[in-house]
């Protein structure tokens, strides 16, 4: 998948995010629909790393954290962007492998993780732009 159509799904995740969090968390319905579309931006967020290290011949991340550190060891992004995708694939585990655990506030966090991240998905899709 190319990084534009990446990105645009991230975007599409990220501006429904901000609609759900107009709405009531203490509700079922919306906490799990905002789950479900934060889980969705940092997978995209995820693609976008993964897919920034192969085209720049950067190595092979062993993992999704992995990605965005050898991104970082190139200078393709900040330490803070780097902790902030530390933080988002974190709650992205814990929504994928431990539901149950997770509360209104990791949603907030994973939100403030993802909002944090928006530079990054704009120079990548800028680095399209020049592909």
Known sequence: MRL????????THFNQIKKLLNGNLDD???ATALAME????ANSLIDIATKLVS???LGFPQNAVNAFEL????GLIEKEELEAAKR???????IA???HAIEKEDLLDLYNALESLQAFVRRAEIKNGES
Not at 38 to 41: G, K, R, Y
Not at 88 to 94: E, M
């Open 28 to 30: 079922y319905y919306v």
């Open 38 to 41: 934060c889980f969705q931006a």
């Open 88 to 94: 988002a694939i974190y709650l992205r585990n814990l």
């Open 97 to 99: 492998h431990e539901y």
């Open 55 to 57: 085209e720049n011949s």
């Open 71 to 74: 991104l970082m060891k190139h």
């Open 4 to 11: 534009y159509s990446q990105a645009i799904r991230f975007w």
